[in-house]
């Protein structure tokens, strides 16, 4: 019996544990959540204010769209704040060891953070963003009828033909540079050898235009 107990005890506590680790997930996403949507407000262009009032879909579609978009801000500052969070969630915990109220402040819950953070970044990058902007471009194949069935429609196949071209471009870029990625097998092994490498691309790009950018500011100013 007091075998079972002592089962039954470690279960619990791994389940609170993880309702937890959850419930402070999802208070950090709210906060980040709500945050990014200010930001967006606070500098979307007024002089567009016409395209929410003609017609029903456009609500529709601009409106998931900046849902969207929020999102993915979201997930870029907490990604941007991963690190800092860390060294100071290290440091309490250095500080404070026997303290009973940063307890919940463990090595899970900041590696369960980074899992999430990394999980929706390559959703926000490679889902989110290019389904908004495209289904904020699009208007419905020709020779359907009008509505937003018919743009969900085309933004699927659009999204679809585009993600197969890009796929395929990082199939290619990574069997130059590994000839072993180059069977079949890993052309359809997408988490672990595609998008981390579209990821890291990607992020590459995002550096080099940062600092072509930070370049012209200096410019400029002089």
């Keep these: 019996m007091d075998e079972e107990d002592e089962v039954t005890d470690i ?20 906060l980040l959540y709500l945050g990014s949507y200010a930001v967006i407000v606070r500098f979307r262009r007024r ?27 979201a997930v870029a500052v907490g990604a941007a704040l991963l690190l800092p969070i860390s060294i100071a969630s290290n440091e309490v915990l250095l500080l404070y060891p026997n ?33 908004a902007y495209l289904f904020t471009e699009s208007s419905g194949f020709f020779g359907h009828k009008k509505g937003i069935v018919a743009r969900a429609y085309e933004t699927f196949t659009v999204f679809s033909l585009l993600a197969f071209v890009v796929l395929g471009l990082a199939y290619v870029l990574s069997a130059l540079f590994d000839s072993e990625k180059s069977g079949i097998l890993s052309f359809l092994n ?30 400029i100013r002089r």
């Design 11 to 30: 279960r619990a506590q791994v389940f609170h544990n993880t309702v937890r680790e959850y419930i402070i997930f999802l208070l950090l996403f709210l």
């Design 47 to 73: 002089d567009r204010e016409d395209l929410y009032s003609s017609d029903d879909d456009e609500i529709l579609v601009y409106r998931i769209s900046l849902w969207l978009c929020t999102f993915s801000l």
């Design 99 to 131: 303290s009973y109220y940063v307890k919940w402040l463990n090595s899970s819950l900041i590696q369960g953070l980074w899992n999430q953070i990394f999980l929706f970044s390559n959703l926000s990058l490679f889902v989110f963003l290019p389904f």
């Design 190 to 219: 997408l988490s672990s050898v595609h998008l981390p490498f579209l990821y890291s691309c990607v992020s590459f790009l995002g550096v080099l235009f940062l600092l072509g950018e930070y370049q012209n500011v200096k410019v």
